[in-house]
């Protein structure tokens, strides 16, 4: 009986040892997936954006993606009903139409969602991409900020710290960047930096607010985050198209919806579509320190190419921004000291419950956000 015992711990503690080990790895490749796809989408749409010739529709980009998205959520929920098409349409028209109640709360989040997507655009075409990826880790703030209002969530020192060293950061790449106009960039008719600033401010307000009203309203909610990702789809669908005919109405029924569209503007729509929805399935095995590595380097990831790709000029001023910036999100996504002193079990316990719930919370709140970086 000892001898089977002993047997049993052994396979049992190789059999931890292996998973121990697949987990670093998936942490890698999470933190690889991160760091391109924060880096990627910003880059592919400055580069697109700001290219000769005829120019795409943004508002149809946002709608186009949104299509995307909705289908991918039907897929996979498709899948979980074991492919039983008529099981699936009974399921959906449960959750979306029948619990309408509970569907229309997500109408407000897609509406600044779909606000968010566009004002990007319109942001990243004016500013530099590497003034965009630093001036939009103010979401972080405005997320903060919103938290503590709204969920009544405190704040360690340390995070209050980090925040007070990213708005600094952001403010010394502002007043770089107000010398420099992007000075390097030969063609800068069609740019105007303080439209691109207001912009990524607005984003990043409606960021922090929808997201943070997006937790209030689903939590103890038991639907799953394709059900969350489908319904606000439909939102973002309706108000996308809304968008469109409002900005660009008369111009689409004239040149058509596809109007400008380049396999380079197809990758960034998929990039849009799928980025954040693959982020969501590897984000579960990369903690908040990693995350917060993974947006660090993504920053300086755009900023190296921004200099290869666009001539973007780097002085002293934006690298101690940057700098500053850079340590603010490594030093926010810190975990917070215990509280007070308490039984090993029971703070291991406690830990990898909370831990969980954080997980939950962030693949739900990241989701809709999957336009752009975290």
């Given at each position: 009986?000892?001898?089977?015992?002993?047997?049993?711990?052994?396979?049992?503690?190789?059999?931890?040892?292996?998973?121990?080990?697949?987990?670093?790895?998936?942490?890698?490749?999470?933190?690889?997936?991160?760091?391109?796809?924060?880096?990627?989408?910003?880059?592919?749409?400055?580069?697109?954006?700001?290219?000769?010739?005829?120019?795409?529709?943004?508002?149809?980009?946002?709608?186009?993606?949104?299509?995307?998205?909705?289908?991918?959520?039907?897929?996979?929920?498709?899948?979980?009903?074991?492919?039983?098409?008529?099981?699936?349409?009974?399921?959906?028209?449960?959750?979306?139409?029948?619990?309408?109640?509970?569907?229309?709360?997500?109408?407000?989040?897609?509406?600044?969602?779909?606000?968010?997507?566009?004002?990007?655009?319109?942001?990243?075409?004016?500013?530099?991409?590497?003034?965009?990826?630093?001036?939009?880790?103010?979401?972080?703030?405005?997320?903060?900020?919103?938290?503590?209002?709204?969920?009544?969530?405190?704040?360690?020192?340390?995070?209050?710290?980090?925040?007070?060293?990213?708005?600094?950061?952001?403010?010394?790449?502002?007043?770089?960047?107000?010398?420099?106009?992007?000075?390097?960039?030969?063609?800068?008719?069609?740019?105007?930096?303080?439209?691109?600033?207001?912009?990524?401010?607005?984003?990043?307000?409606?960021?922090?607010?929808?997201?943070?009203?997006?937790?209030?309203?689903?939590?103890?909610?038991?639907?799953?985050?394709?059900?969350?990702?489908?319904?606000?789809?439909?939102?973002?669908?309706?108000?996308?198209?809304?968008?469109?005919?409002?900005?660009?109405?008369?111009?689409?029924?004239?040149?058509?919806?596809?109007?400008?569209?380049?396999?380079?503007?197809?990758?960034?729509?998929?990039?849009?579509?799928?980025?954040?929805?693959?982020?969501?399935?590897?984000?579960?095995?990369?903690?908040?320190?990693?995350?917060?590595?993974?947006?660090?380097?993504?920053?300086?990831?755009?900023?190296?190419?921004?200099?290869?790709?666009?001539?973007?000029?780097?002085?002293?001023?934006?690298?101690?921004?940057?700098?500053?910036?850079?340590?603010?999100?490594?030093?926010?996504?810190l975990p917070k000291a215990p509280a007070g002193s308490a039984s090993a079990s029971s703070s291991s316990s406690s830990s990898s419950t909370s831990e969980k719930t954080?997980?939950?919370?962030?693949?739900?709140?990241?989701?809709?956000?999957?336009?752009?970086?975290?």
């Open positions: 009986m000892a001898v089977g015992d002993l047997s049993k711990t052994g396979e049992e503690k190789t059999a931890t040892r292996g998973q121990s080990e697949v987990n670093r790895r998936l942490k890698y490749i999470s933190l690889a997936v991160l760091v391109v796809q924060n880096a990627s989408l910003i880059l592919s749409i400055r580069y697109v954006r700001t290219l000769p010739g005829d120019r795409f529709f943004t508002t149809s980009a946002v709608v186009m993606a949104e299509v995307l998205k909705v289908l991918t959520c039907l897929v996979i929920i498709l899948l979980q009903k074991r492919l039983n098409v008529k099981e699936t349409v009974y399921f959906l028209i449960d959750v979306i139409v029948v619990q309408y109640k509970d569907t229309l709360k997500l109408a407000v989040p897609s509406l600044i969602y779909t606000l968010q997507n566009n004002l990007q655009y319109v942001a990243i075409s004016n500013l530099p991409a590497a003034t965009f990826q630093v001036t939009y880790q103010l979401k972080i703030l405005t997320t903060a900020l919103f938290s503590v209002l709204m969920l009544r969530k405190s704040l360690s020192r340390v995070q209050w710290i980090s925040l007070l060293l990213l708005f600094a950061g952001v403010a010394i790449v502002q007043v770089q960047q107000e010398g420099n106009k992007e000075a390097s960039v030969k063609d800068t008719s069609t740019q105007n930096y303080t439209v691109g600033l207001v912009a990524v401010v607005i984003s990043c307000l409606s960021s922090g607010f929808a997201g943070v009203y997006f937790e209030k309203i689903l939590k103890g909610s038991s639907a799953s985050v394709w059900v969350r990702n489908v319904q606000l789809g439909i939102f973002g669908m309706v108000l996308g198209l809304l968008g469109l005919w409002w900005n660009d109405g008369a111009a689409v029924a004239e040149r058509g919806f596809l109007f400008g569209y380049t396999s380079m503007v197809w990758c960034v729509i998929f990039n849009q579509a799928f980025g954040g929805l693959l982020v969501a399935l590897v984000v579960k095995y990369a903690d908040n320190i990693l995350k917060g590595f993974a947006t660090s380097f993504s920053i300086i990831v755009s900023t190296v190419t921004s200099i290869y790709l666009f001539g973007f000029h780097v002085d002293v001023l934006f690298t101690a921004g940057a700098g500053l910036v850079i340590g603010a999100v490594y030093m926010y996504s954080d997980i939950d919370a962030e693949m739900e709140a990241f989701l809709p956000k999957s336009v752009l970086v975290k």
